[in-house]
T-cell receptor, first 109, second 114 residues
Framework: GQNIDQPTEMTATEGAIVQINCTYQTSGFNGLFWYQQHAGEAPTFLSYNVLDGLEEKGRFSSFLSRSKGYSYLLLKELQMKDSASYLCAVRDSNYQLIWGAGTKLIIKP | DVKVTQSSRYLVKRTGEKVFLECVQDMDHENMFWYRQDPGLGLRLIYFSYDVKMKEKGDIPEGYSVSREKKERFSLILESASTNQTSMYLC???FGGGETYEQYFGPGTRLTVT
């Protein structure tokens, strides 16, 4: 079966750094996406990785290791507005997205 | 800016009613998707469409149907609503072709079936 695992909830302090992990087992791999979803709102695209390595985009970075079936999203200089759920999704061999349940990130002052 | 709109933010229906959820996108995207989102579960794909009048079943199509008569509009139909269809419904769209494009989501419709 296909499976995406993420921690259910994480807590971090404003101004700090947090790493949200995602491990996956899917039938094939055609890229990994990270989305942010604030409570009651639509998910919005954050990053896309298809090759191994780190992709940096401002305060957010995303890392991929295809051999390990592993990715992480790194958020630096945390702000209160970063409190949200972070969704990991993998595109499988049929080009369909398989979604994790999301990680709820709580930022404390 | 890509805009995906959904007909209602909140909807309350009775068991057995036929329910229509509409989604419109304004970016000429080929692909459109309907998901449901439930607590503790990832987004689950109900149906998707790669072109007008085209539809493909996703992971959980039972109890649902779809219609895509125009490129910009993708409708989800609950033929006879049941309480286990109480959920958040999200519509999304993306460019098609061989490239891997991100999906753009609408604000969601929270449906309650009583």
């Amino acid at each position: 079966g296909q499976n995406i695992d993420q921690p259910t909830e994480m807590t971090a302090t404003e101004g700090a750094i947090v790493q949200i992990n995602c491990t996956y087992q899917t039938s094939g791999f055609n890229g990994l996406f990270w989305y942010q979803q604030h409570a009651g709102e639509a998910p919005t695209f954050l990053s896309y990785n298809v090759l191994d390595g780190l992709e940096e985009k401002g305060r957010f970075s995303s890392f991929l290791s295809r051999s390990k079936g592993y990715s992480y999203l790194l958020l630096k200089e945390l702000q209160m507005k970063d409190s949200a759920s972070y969704l990991c999704a993998v595109r499988d061999s049929n080009y369909q997205l398989i979604w994790g349940a999301g990680t709820k990130l709580i930022i404390k002052p | 800016d890509v805009k995906v709109t959904q007909s209602s933010r909140y909807l309350v229906k009775r068991t057995g009613e036929k329910v229509f959820l509409e989604c419109v996108q304004d970016m000429d995207h080929e692909n459109m998707f309907w998901y449901r989102q439930d607590p503790g579960l990832g987004l689950r794909l109900i149906y998707f469409s790669y072109d007008v009048k085209m539809k493909e079943k996703g992971d959980i199509p039972e109890g649902y149907s779809v219609s895509r008569e125009k490129k910009e509009r993708f409708s989800l139909i609950l033929e006879s609503a049941s309480t286990n269809q109480t959920s958040m419904y999200l519509c999304a769209s993306s460019f098609g072709g061989g490239e891997t494009y991100e999906q753009y989501f609408g604000p969601g419709t929270r449906l309650t079936v009583t």
